[in-house]
């Protein structure tokens, strides 16, 4: 049983701003060992289920997993730049997401975007709009893997719920607002997260890959100071833009889409 781990900050109890997410930001160290810990308890459940491999991906922008404070046991994909498949064509069983936030625009959401807080407005895949579960969910499920645990706040669990029907999600913290978030203390939610990953993996069977029927539209929304990124990515061919904020990328698959905006 080889399980894949995809990996977040925002999303992580304890973590309560995009400054403490940042390495610029007073906390950084400790909202890495956060979300180190979170990690090493969705290992645990996985482990405790049966896997017999775990690779944990450091999927949080500027990188926040600790390699020394991982579980001894998971390998570990780091560094950057990062791209899909992150080795998800090797072939996974069952897939992850740990710390996810909700997509940018979330109504009762802590920390949401797309990516980016700054650059991007909105994403949609097929004309479903997606944040980065969606995106992450759909590249596994191009591959056969189901995404069948989500962690993170509230609004992101309810977010893959609506993707992925019968998806197992830990809520470790719910918004206040944009900025604040009420969240429960971090040694509960790697006690949840734990016991998540192992009903997840209980449950694998009834869980079906997301997936995004080829051929593939990737459209692009920018925010307004960053219309020179879509006027960029519209120089390359195959890319349309629709309007002066958004491009839209068409394919035969994912991975030639994501491929063609890199
Ligand atoms: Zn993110």
């Known amino acids: 049983l080889k399980v894949w781990i995809m990996t977040d900050m925002e999303g992580v109890a304890g973590v309560f701003s995009f400054d403490d997410a940042s390495p610029s930001g007073r906390r950084y160290e400790k909202s890495r060992s956060l979300l180190t810990q979170e990690v090493n308890a969705a290992v645990e459940g996985a482990l405790e289920a049966g896997a017999t491999e ?3 991906v450091d999927g ?9 404070e991982l579980h001894p046991d998971a390998l570990l994909l780091a560094g950057r730049p990062l791209y899909p498949p992150w080795c998800l064509d090797r072939g ?21 975007h797309s990516y980016s807080h700054v650059s991007i407005q909105n994403i949609w895949l097929n004309g479903v709009r997606v944040g980065e579960l969606g995106v992450i969910a759909a590249v596994a499920g191009s591959f056969g893997t189901a995404t069948v645990l989500v962690t993170g706040d509230k609004a ?40 998540g990953a ?16 080829p051929p593939v539209e990737l ?7 960053y ?7 519209a120089l390359k061919p195959g890319v349309e833009m629709v309007d002066p904020r958004t491009v839209v990328i068409r394919g035969n698959s994912l991975l030639e889409v994501f491929g063609m905006r890199l």
């Open 92 to 112: 996974f069983d069952a897939a992850f997401i740990v710390g996810q936030h909700a997509l940018a625009g979330t109504e009762a959401a802590h920390l949401d």
């Open 219 to 225: 459209r692009i929304e920018y925010t307004t100071g």
């Open 198 to 213: 192992k009903r997840a993996l209980a449950r694998l069977d009834e869980i079906e890959p997301y997936t995004v029927k």
């Open 60 to 68: 949080h922008g500027p990188g926040g997993v600790d390699p020394e």
């Open 227 to 233: 219309k020179a990124a879509a006027e960029r990515l």
């Open 54 to 56: 775990v690779l944990v």
């Open 156 to 195: 992101a669990c309810a977010e893959a719920k609506r993707l992925i029907p019968g998806v197992e999600t830990v809520a470790v913290k719910e918004a206040l607002t944009y900025g604040s978030a009420i969240a429960v203390h971090p040694v509960k939610a790697r006690r949840m997260i734990k016991e």
